[in-house]
């Protein structure tokens, strides 16, 4: 009996050992097999130049793809803008003042969202966020467009981007013991005192983190962006004009074009950039995180 207790123990160790290091593994072999990839191109372009390069013509063997990174950067932090300050306020709410029959009604709303294919997101986009940004917006900053434009995507992204940032800022907000707010309405603060300077200060932590998803997220997604932020090739600081991420040149080129000397390499180095751009990310957060926790 008791042998058959150390085999079964370390049995169940060395599975959960395995299955430890195949998801530490997995960003890994993921680099490497992209960069391996992307070598024919590497060999023939430096990575400095291709990524400060604003030209991409194929066919003469130029990729540049700063237009893509600009356009990602730029549609992400629209995103982000919009989205932030909407789950920072909805958290507050359904943690510190919404009744338990709110919040019950409340929370099945998001997890549907958050579990919603992004193609329904795009066909929301094409059906209402480009007609109203072409009708109704663009003509009161007096500017002409057809709706698939960069804050499109972004109005899109950030839509997406809520359940996610959402749902963690509720758990971040709701493990907050209640007993150091009640000392703070105690001392004579109000609760809206105690929520700014108690609540939400003990919270910034997981606030950053739920940031961190959000933008990594927006960063990386294709389908719904590809739909409404019109994948025109130029650099543009007006957010009513088209732009053309990283995913969507990936989602449509891969399978065409491949013929051309290096492209198949040149799309896989740009899915290496994703890949080194959203670890950045991550690792700047957790600086975040760790610089705000409170000791």
């Excluded at 434009?149 to 899109?156: E, N």
């Excluded at 989602?251 to 491949?258: K, V």
């Excluded at 290496?272 to 975040?288: K, T």
Aim: charged residues 10%; aromatic residues 12%; proline residues 5%.
């Amino acid at each position: 009996m008791i042998f058959r207790r150390i085999a079964v123990d370390k049995t169940n160790n060395v599975w959960m050992v395995a299955s430890l290091a195949t998801i530490l593994a997995l960003p890994l072999i993921i680099g490497i097999g992209l960069y391996i990839k992307s070598i024919p191109l590497l060999e023939y372009q430096s990575a400095g130049s291709l990524v400060t390069s604003s030209e991409w013509l194929p066919s003469q063997g130029k990729f540049g793809f700063w237009p893509f990174i600009y356009g990602s950067l730029y549609v992400t932090m629209i995103s982000f803008l919009l989205s932030a300050p909407v789950c920072v306020f909805a958290a507050i709410y359904l943690t510190q003042y919404a009744s338990k029959r709110i919040v019950n009604i409340f929370m099945p709303i998001v997890d549907i969202l958050a579990g919603l294919p992004s193609v329904i997101y795009g066909v929301f986009g094409i059906l209402v966020v480009v007609p109203f940004i072409s009708k109704y917006l663009a003509p009161i900053f007096d500017v002409s467009t057809s709706g698939y434009c960069i804050l499109a995507g972004g109005i899109v992204l950030s839509i997406m981007s809520i359940p996610y940032m959402l749902n963690i800022m509720i758990e971040v907000f709701n493990t907050v013991p209640i007993g150091i707010k009640e000392a703070s309405l105690s001392l004579g603060a109000t609760s809206w005192e105690s929520i700014k300077h108690v609540v939400v200060k003990r919270s910034i932590p997981g606030v950053i983190s739920a940031f961190g998803l959000g933008i990594a997220k927006a960063f990386g997604e294709t389908i719904a962006v590809m739909m409404v932020v019109g994948n025109v090739l130029k650099i543009s600081h007006n957010p009513f004009k088209g732009g053309y991420p990283l995913p969507a040149l990936i989602a449509n080129n891969y399978g065409e074009m491949l013929s051309i000397p290096k492209y198949d390499s040149a799309l896989m180095f740009a899915a290496l950039l994703l890949l080194v751009v959203i670890l950045l990310i991550n690792i700047v957060f957790r600086y975040l995180i760790y610089k705000t926790q409170i000791k």
